[in-house]
């Protein structure tokens, strides 16, 4: 992973520009975070000690499904456990990450309300993830938004045996904070008996492989907040058009009213 420090916003943009620049052309994703020491972990690794296969996470989920549609309005429509497996067994691929549509679905689902997920996200706008970097408000004294090209050159290799990185979109129909948010995931997974062990990120990116799986992290003063966030919310990006629920228009509203004028 490279690092780069910086010691201002304006930098960021400089740095982003030129990233952009040299890889015209190609997807790069971008995810903020309010510490700048924080390794890339998802929230099943910080959630649960255990190691979980997809097929053993997709039970989880299933087996949470009936819950959720008892208790909301969604329906998720999808297979048993078993027709699962079935279908899992069916697709499995010993180097591509395939999960069947329905359950991705689901996945997705419980990513985005929170519930521990194998699921790393991600945005397509380094600008919506310098919101989310800068949202906060922090003791630490540095934020950091990462940047990750997956395929710089265009084609990508999988070695047998070692853990490997696979960007996904969000299905057409998942939320519409998705969009908003320009949203993708990745998932970091091993192969394991005949199914993907899912694995810690950091794991692919020690390997430093110069051809993919790029990562750069932007180190930026958290004391940059103020200014950044009133950037970015003259060009729409702020809590509620990000969120678009009450809580997320009472939090615009508190910083538009409250900590702009320092009140």
């Known amino acids: 992973m490279k690092i780069i420090p910086l010691d201002s916003w304006e930098k960021y943009h400089t740095e982003i520009a030129e990233l952009q620049r040299q890889h015209a052309g190609r997807l790069i994703l971008f995810r903020g975070q309010s510490n700048s020491c924080w390794k890339l972990r998802s929230t099943l690794e910080r959630f649960s000690k255990s190691h979980w296969t997809i097929r053993e996470y997709s039970k989880l989920a299933i087996s949470c499904a009936p819950q959720i549609e008892s208790l909301t309005e969604k329906s998720f429509n999808i297979?048993?456990?078993?027709?699962?497996?079935?279908?899992?067994?069916?697709?499995?691929?010993?180097?591509?990450?395939?999960?069947?549509?329905?359950?991705?679905?689901?996945?997705?689902?419980?990513?985005?309300h929170e519930f521990p997920s194998p699921l790393l996200d991600w945005s397509s706008s380094p600008d919506i993830a310098a919101f989310f970097a800068f949202s906060?408000?922090?003791?630490?004294?540095s934020v950091a938004v990462i940047a990750y090209i997956e395929v710089p050159e265009g084609t990508k290799s999988v070695w047998a045996g070692e853990p490997q990185i696979t960007a996904i979109m969000p299905p057409n129909d998942a939320h519409k904070r998705h969009h908003l948010q320009k949203c993708y995931y990745t998932v970091s997974t091993i192969p394991?008996?005949?199914?993907?062990?899912?694995?810690?990120?950091?794991?692919?990116?020690?390997?430093?492989?110069?051809?993919?799986?790029?990562?750069?992290?932007?180190?930026?003063?958290?004391?940059?907040?103020?200014?950044?966030?009133?950037?970015?919310?003259?060009?729409?990006?702020n809590h509620f058009s990000l969120m678009e629920s009450e809580e997320a228009l009472l939090k615009t509203l508190a910083f538009r009213e409250l900590e702009i004028k320092n009140l």
């Open 79 to 112: 297979p048993t456990i078993t027709e699962t497996e079935k279908e899992l067994n069916e697709i499995f691929h010993e180097y591509l990450i395939k999960i069947p549509s329905r359950l991705f679905e689901l996945l997705v689902y419980l990513r985005h």
């Open 136 to 141: 906060k408000r922090v003791e630490n004294e």
């Open 192 to 237: 394991k008996d005949k199914d993907h062990e899912f694995v810690c990120h950091e794991d692919v990116f020690t390997k430093e492989e110069p051809r993919q799986d790029i990562l750069i992290k932007y180190v930026i003063p958290s004391s940059e907040r103020i200014k950044v966030l009133k950037f970015l919310d003259r060009k729409h990006i």
